[in-house]
């Protein structure tokens, strides 16, 4: 639906009084930036406007958007972090699907063959090649992780180089469940040449029941290849993978004695049987959408070729979004994504006005990072990640804003993953200059840390966190359980009616003034790293650091 754009006097009022409230709690030697509403606003109405079309990637109205964000990053005089001295980085895209009629898997148990058909008890989302095979010998491992500091190895006593890892879908129960997520997201170790993914009614999760899952693995999906037409060098895609139905989990299982209930439990285990597995791909045209990159150079001839990088995604899920719950206006089929993710980008934009305003360029160098094809599968991050416009070795942290959700006058915020490296700490120390606590994650259960652009940093083994407002709004009873709270309340409102849906547009009463109060935390945080004698670096003993950043120095946890 079309909206006017209006600016309400009395945010501006309340940003101007923000503005006097958080200089008062400062230290006199410190200035802080002035954050205007006004100015975050007027991002968010342009990038959420109908005339956007939802910024889905490769659309008119995407290009529209890093169009914009570039713009903006060329009048604060950011440098140019892209290809070929502009502020765009391409990413090519392909969509890919399994093809059922010509991907096969020659299952053979206790030396009989058993019926494996794709499309009926076996399904694959396909893969980034044309055509992957694996054959090999059977072995069960498991959930197929490993994860020394909390007691689970699925791999050990047998060997699976070159053999056909089967194991049950999800992760094993107990495990903190941003370490779970990382774990199930993980590529299969030990030199697999395949993987078959033992699913039931008891392991579904959120995937649902096994005739949901066939219909959601028989579309397609986007992928990313580099200019010589690679795709990812290291994921899932690389080796032939499938997951079977619960009739035929049971059969398999059964082949070495064990139910659904019992295989939990059970260690790894060498299987009398062999699979052949060819998996086809329906290949689709390419398509190709940016990434946005600008750098505000550093002051420190020592320390300015490292990058602290503070990230927003760009894009949102275009014009042809179906209601939820009967949200937004009948006939309104545009997925505005005011909130997901104008309202990060508007963040981000307004933090970097603040850097190019004051005068004096932090030591380190701040690249600011808008990034496509997040709500594809953190593809543009993805992207990025494995092809930095930048030496890979100088980006030393990632600060990701993503969905903060401006309903309410927020008095906290979540820095999901902030318990993992030394950037905890220096989260705490801004919100606190900013006047607002630093809040434990209300709803752990939902993995949220895996879920944004951050995780493909981290993936690289680049500390970093997730900014998002948090459960408590000013005025809220702070005795109350965080979910009790109305800052919670809000959130959750959102989250169950508006997301991912026409209604999250312009008509939501959002609080402008929080836009300013967000933006600033994130330039404090951002700020303090780029200035810092040393660099973030993850805790001691930490599973993120030790998967993805073996071997590199530590930080004592504060």
Same mark, same amino acid.
């Given at each position: ?99 059922? $009629?010509?991907?096969? *898997? ?232 005011? *909130? ?9 934009? $307004? ?23 997040? $709500? ?53 120390? +801004? ?26 940093? !981290? ?8 900014? *998002? ?14 979910? $009790? ?21 312009? *008509? ?12 600033? !935390? ?7 790293? +780029? ?23 530590? +930080?004592?946890?504060?």
């Amino acid at each position: 639906m079309k909206t006017k754009s209006f600016i309400s006097a009395t945010a501006l009022l309340a940003t101007s009084m923000f503005a006097l409230a958080a200089c008062d709690q400062q230290p006199a030697e410190e200035v802080l930036p002035e954050m205007s509403a006004e100015r975050f606003e007027a991002h968010v109405r342009f990038l959420a406007s109908d005339d956007l079309g939802g910024r889905d990637v490769g659309s008119v109205g995407y290009q529209t958007a890093a169009d914009y964000v570039a713009q903006n990053f060329s009048d604060m005089g950011l440098v140019p972090g892209g290809e070929d001295g502009g502020y765009f980085q391409t990413v090519t895209f392909r969509s890919t699907g399994v093809d059922n $009629e010509k991907s096969t *898997m020659g299952l053979t148990l206790g030396g009989e063959d058993t019926a494996a058909t794709f499309g009926d008890n076996v399904v694959s989302q396909g893969a980034s090649a044309a055509e992957v095979m694996a054959s090999g010998d059977l072995v069960f491992v498991g959930y197929g992780v490993q994860s020394p500091e909390h007691g689970v190895d699925s791999f050990a006593g047998v060997e699976t180089e070159g053999k056909i890892l089967v194991r049950l879908y999800g992760t094993p129960a107990g495990l903190p469940s941003d370490v779970a997520a990382s774990l199930r997201n993980d590529k299969p170790r030990g030199g697999a040449a395949g993987v078959i993914v033992l699913f039931s009614d008891q392991l579904k999760g959120r995937v649902g029941s096994w005739e949901r899952l066939k219909g959601f693995t028989g579309g397609s999906r986007l992928n990313w290849f580099t200019p010589d037409g690679k795709g990812k060098p290291t994921t899932q895609e690389a080796i032939a993978g499938a997951m079977v139905s619960p009739e035929l989990s049971a059969t398999i299982l059964a082949s070495i004695g064990l139910d659904m209930e019992s295989a939990k439990t059970a260690v790894a285990a060498d299987i009398s049987g062999s699979a052949d597995l060819k998996v086809v791909s329906k290949l689709g045209d390419e398509i190709s959408s940016p990434n946005v990159v600008g750098i505000l150079e550093g002051s420190d001839p020592e320390l300015k070729d490292q990058y602290v990088v503070i990230s927003a995604h760009l894009d949102h899920t275009g014009d042809q979004c179906a209601n939820r719950n009967g949200a937004g206006a009948e006939g309104d089929t545009i997925c505005n994504g005011a *909130m997901d993710n104008a309202t990060g980008t508007a963040s981000m934009l $307004e933090a970097a006005r603040a850097f190019t305003s004051m005068g004096e360029a932090p030591r380190r160098s701040v690249m600011f990072l808008s990034v496509t094809a997040e $709500e594809k599968g953190l593809l543009g991050a993805e992207y990025f990640a494995y092809n930095p416009t930048v030496p890979r070795e100088s980006l030393v942290a990632n600060v990701n804003l993503d969905m903060p959700v401006l309903l309410y006058d927020f008095a906290d915020v979540v820095a999901f993953g902030s318990e993992h490296s030394s950037i905890g700490p220096v989260a705490a120390r +801004a919100t606190a200059k900013a006047g607002i606590n630093l809040a434990e994650d209300p709803m752990p259960e939902e993995g949220l840390f895996t879920r944004s652009d951050h995780y493909r940093f !981290v993936q690289q083994g680049i500390p970093s966190i997730f900014l *998002m407002t948090g459960p408590t709004a000013v005025g809220d009873d702070t005795s109350l359980p965080a979910k $009790e709270r109305n800052g919670y309340k809000s959130f959750r409102g959102f989250l169950d009616s508006n997301y991912h849906s026409p209604a999250d547009d312009l *008509m939501q009463p959002i609080v402008w003034s929080a836009g300013a109060k967000f933006s600033l !935390v994130n330039y404090l945080i951002i700020k303090e790293i +780029a200035n810092a004698d040393e660099q973030p670096r993850w805790n001691e003993g930490n599973s993120f650091g030790d998967q993805y950043a073996p071997g590199e120095p530590r +930080a004592k946890a504060e």
